[in-house]
C-alpha cells in the first residue's frame, strides 16, 4: 500500500456519541428514580437531604419529587434516543419543541438541582485532599461525601450531556457541521478577532469577582477584620471558621488568575516556569472543560443562594466589604462562561470532521 493509498484519517466521532450516553445515563437515574417513588426510599433531595436548605427542591415534597423526578429523567432520556437518530429535518415547531424540552430539563439538572453544595466541594477539594493523610481538616468524610452530594454531581453530568446532546442536533438539523457548529454563512460576532474582543471583557468580570471575594476572605486569615467587628472575627479564628473561608478564598483567588489565562499568552503557552512544559501549547480542552465545570457550579449555587430568604438577610443592616463580594456572584458564572466561550472561538482553529476554518 503507497501513502496515497493509505486510508483517510476517520473524522470525530463524540459528537455522535453524546445522545446516546445523555439517554443511558438519563434512563439509568429515571430507573433508580422510579425504584425510589415505588419503594419509597432513597430519594436524595426534599426532606431527605440535611444539606438542602439552599436547594430549590425543598419546597417539592418527597412523594412528589421521586415520580416527578422519573418522568423527567426517562422522557428526557427517550428525546435524547430521538435526537440520536440520522439527520431528518423535523417540522419546525417539533424541531424546536424537542430542543426546548430537553434544553429545559439540561438546564434544572446543571443548575437547579446541585445548588452550593457541587462549588463548596469543588472549592474544598484540594484541602480535603492535601490534609486528608494528615488528618487535616478534622472532618468526619462520611458526612461530607453523601448520597445527596453524589445525586447532584450525577445531575450536573446528566445535564452537561443532555446540552451537548442538544446543541449536536441542533446543528445537525440546521445543516451545521456537529463538530464545531460552523455553517456556509459566517457571523461577525464568533470570529476569532471579534471573540477576543467581547471576551477580553468577559474575563475582567469574571476574574475580579472571585479576586473580591478572596480579598475579604484572606484578610480574615491574615486577622484583618475586613468588613466585620475585631470581635466578630476573633470569635470566627477561635470556632475554625476564618480557617475555612481561607480555603474558599484561597479558591476563588486560584480561580481567578486561571480566568485572566483566557485572554493571556501563557494561556495558549506553558509559561516558561513549568518543567517540561515550558513552551507547549496549552491544550484547548484543558482550559475549556474546567473552566465550564466551575461556570456551571458558580450559577448553580447562585440560584440556589438567591432562592434562600436567608440571602437577602445579607443586606439589612447595609452593605459591607464582607457580604458586597458574594452579591456580585449572579454576573460570575455567566461571564465566566462567556469568557470561556471566547477562548474556544479565538484557539478551536480548523474543524477535523469539516475542514472548516
Known amino acids: 500500500m503507497t501513502i496515497l493509498d493509505a486510508p483517510p484519517r476517520p473524522a470525530i ?42 436547594n430549590l427542591l425543598r419546597v417539592i415534597p418527597v412523594r412528589v419529587g421521586a415520580p416527578l423526578f422519573a418522568a423527567l429523567l426517562l422522557t428526557a432520556a427517550v428525546a435524547a434516543l430521538a435526537m440520536s437518530r440520522p439527520a431528518v429535518r423535523p ?13 429545559a430539563v439540561a438546564l434544572v439538572l446543571a443548575v437547579v438541582v446541585p445548588d452550593a453544595r457541587v462549588l463548596v466541594i469543588l472549592g474544598y477539594a484540594p484541602m ?59 457571523r461577525g460576532w464568533n470570529t476569532p478577532a471579534a471573540a477576543a474582543r467581547w471576551g477580553r471583557w468577559a474575563a475582567g468580570i469574571a476574574a475580579a ?70 513552551g507547549r501549547t496549552v491544550p484547548v480542552r484543558l482550559a475549556v472543560i474546567p473552566a465550564t465545570v466551575v461556570a456551571v457550579a458558580v450559577t448553580a449555587a447562585v440560584v440556589g443562594l438567591m432562592a434562600n430568604p436567608h440571602f437577602w438577610e445579607l443586606t439589612d443592616d447595609g452593605f459591607s466589604l464582607a457580604t458586597a463580594p458574594m452579591l456580585l456572584w ?21 474543524c477535523a470532521r469539516c475542514g472548516r476554518g
Open 128 to 186: 480535603l485532599i492535601i490534609g486528608a493523610p494528615f488528618g487535616w481538616p478534622d472532618v468526619d468524610y462520611a458526612e461530607i461525601f453523601t448520597w445527596p452530594l453524589f445525586a447532584r454531581f450525577a445531575a450536573v453530568v446528566g445535564g452537561l450531556l443532555l446540552a451537548g446532546a442538544v446543541l449536536v442536533w441542533l446543528r445537525r438539523t440546521a445543516n451545521a457541521c456537529v463538530a464545531c457548529g460552523r455553517a456556509d454563512a459566517e
Open 91 to 103: 417540522a419546525g415547531p417539533l424541531r424546536w419543541l424537542l430542543a426546548g424540552y430537553a434544553g
Open 209 to 278: 469577582i472571585p479576586f473580591a471575594y478572596a480579598l475579604t476572605r484572606l484578610a480574615w486569615a491574615a486577622n484583618i477584620p475586613l468588613g466585620m467587628s475585631r470581635e466578630l472575627l476573633t470569635e470566627m479564628r477561635d470556632d475554625g471558621i476564618a480557617w475555612a473561608a481561607f480555603g474558599l478564598g484561597a479558591f476563588a483567588a486560584v480561580g481567578g488568575v486561571l480566568t485572566l489565562g483566557l485572554v493571556q499568552r501563557w494561556g495558549e503557552r506553558f509559561p516558561r516556569w513549568m518543567p517540561g512544559l515550558a
Open 330 to 350: 449572579p454576573a460570575w458564572g455567566p461571564a465566566l462562561g462567556l469568557a470561556t466561550y471566547a477562548y474556544h472561538l479565538r484557539r478551536r482553529g480548523a
Open 13 to 54: 466521532r463524540w459528537p455522535d456519541r453524546l445522545a446516546p450516553l445523555a439517554a443511558a445515563w438519563l434512563g439509568l437515574w429515571g430507573v433508580l428514580a422510579l425504584l425510589a417513588t415505588v419503594t419509597g426510599a432513597g430519594y436524595p433531595f426534599g426532606a431527605n437531604d440535611p444539606d438542602g436548605d439552599t
